[in-house]
């Protein structure tokens, strides 16, 4: 049974050195190993809004699995089907978006297990989740090593926070910044003063309930700032972006640079 490093070092928040993450959007095996080799602690193979289908992940996380980083997969909905084969192929850390209350991290919880803990359906030999059966009593120590982040993005989420985080199998609470100022009125600005209130009580009800939380967080003075709040993982960089800024500064060394080259605060 492969043990979940991840898990057990949000386990052991609050530390002082946050848990440092790369967002993997390309859709690629070849570029995830390439992240991989950087030294970051996780990499979000991101199955919401890049290109990724079952079939593309998986090579993905066979890429990544001869590497220290931990890859955390976010699947595009709370469908417990899909959750059921993302964890088959071998996900242990999950990052579901958009939960709004606490009943919705408990249907969740119950879709991350086996009964009678949860509905999580059996493969057996057939799951590399298990080793394809190499794995003793895979069923029954499966638990040990599965992870819940569930996102909080929007007004109600925020409001549920406390609520949400208190859920007992939930193990953290990651904040997208995007979707949460969109959705409070002020797309594109999660620096707006309304928003980073409600990061900032997102995060305290975390710690209040003794959970880990993260967040996007691109821009460097976001990130320390939000690490000073509480949180404790954050994804710094994303592949896409920083591929066309790097190409972008290349053609600027001889020519005017034909768009900005600054990390978005969207995120």
């Known amino acids: 049974m492969q043990l979940n490093p991840f898990k057990s070092a949000l386990g052991q928040l609050p530390s002082s050195v946050p848990l440092y993450g790369i967002w993997a959007g390309t859709a690629s095996s070849y570029v995830a190993e390439i992240l991989a080799t950087t030294g970051h602690d996780w990499i979000l193979l991101d199955g919401e809004h890049a290109p990724n289908t079952l ?36 996900a242990q850390t999950l990052m ?59 007004p109600l989420g925020v409001a549920n926070a406390a609520q949400i985080a208190a859920v007992d199998g939930v193990d953290a609470i990651f904040i997208g910044p995007a979707d949460l100022s969109t959705s409070m009125g002020h797309a594109g600005d999660a620096s707006h003063a309304d928003v980073q209130h409600g990061i900032r009580h997102t995060i305290a009800c975390c710690l209040e309930q003794g959970k880990a939380c993260g967040i996007l967080a691109p821009n460097e003075q976001d990130a320390r700032r939000y690490a000073e709040w509480g949180c404790s993982f954050m994804a710094i960089s994303i592949d896409i972006p920083l591929l066309r800024q790097a190409a972008l500064a290349s053609l600027a060394r001889f020519r005017a640079c034909p768009g900005p080259l600054g990390s978005s605060h969207a995120y």
């Open 55 to 90: 079939a593309d992940l998986l090579p993905q996380l066979q890429a990544v699995a001869a590497y220290p980083v931990h890859p955390v997969l976010r699947i595009p909905s709370h469908d417990p089907v899909l959750i059921k084969q993302v964890l088959d192929i071998g």
């Open 96 to 154: 579901v978006p958009m939960v709004e209350t606490a009943a919705q991290a408990a249907a969740l919880v119950r879709a991350m297990h086996y009964p009678p803990a949860g509905s999580r359906g059996v493969g057996g030999g057939l799951i590399r989740a298990a080793r394809w059966d190499a794995v003793p009593d895979y069923i029954r120590q499966a638990a040990q090593s599965l992870c819940l982040v569930v996102q909080i993005e929007s």
